[in-house]
């Protein structure tokens, strides 16, 4: 799981148990105070894991590089597993199956979009890759993988929001 602060955690999936009907939940993850879960998803520890960043780069770890930590951990930050530059923070977190297939779409605040194979994620650098240009005044916030034949929907600040094929990408 990735926190919006830039926590990191592995937990194993056996921790978590499935519930009957009446079930209270548990805790899956206590971060500090105004701090919350952006991502969270199950992957195998021999994925690599891809970290965007708000300038357009992209980092990669191996799943089992990230710790592991309880459930109610607050998990590890990420600037200490993956050399970001000052002033850089994560902003998406996304696993990359071995020989997947599709593409990851990456969209800007000031509205830019752009549309990658996966292939093209196969090897990244410990320094990291451009996976975006950004100009000088915006900066990457959202990223998604999309099969190919996918709709895109964008929303504005002001509550607007437009759908697209992925194909006019």
Known sequence: SLTHFGYVKRVPVAEYRTQRRGGKGVTAHKPKEEDFVDNMFVTSTHDNILFFTDKGKVY?????????????????????????????????????????????????????????????????????KIAIKILEDDELISVGVTNGDDQIIMASHHGKCIRFSEKDV
Request: charged share 30%; no cysteine.
């Open 60 to 128: 990669a770890l191996k799943g089992y590089m990230i710790p592991e930590a309880q459930r109610t951990a607050r998990g590890r930050a990420v600037v200490n597993l993956i050399q970001v530059e000052q002033g850089e923070s994560v902003k998406a977190m996304m696993p990359l199956k071995k020989d997947a297939e599709g593409f990851i779409v990456l969209a800007t605040k000031n509205g830019l979009i752009k549309k990658t194979a996966l292939s093209e994620f196969d090897s990244i650098r410990k320094t990291g």
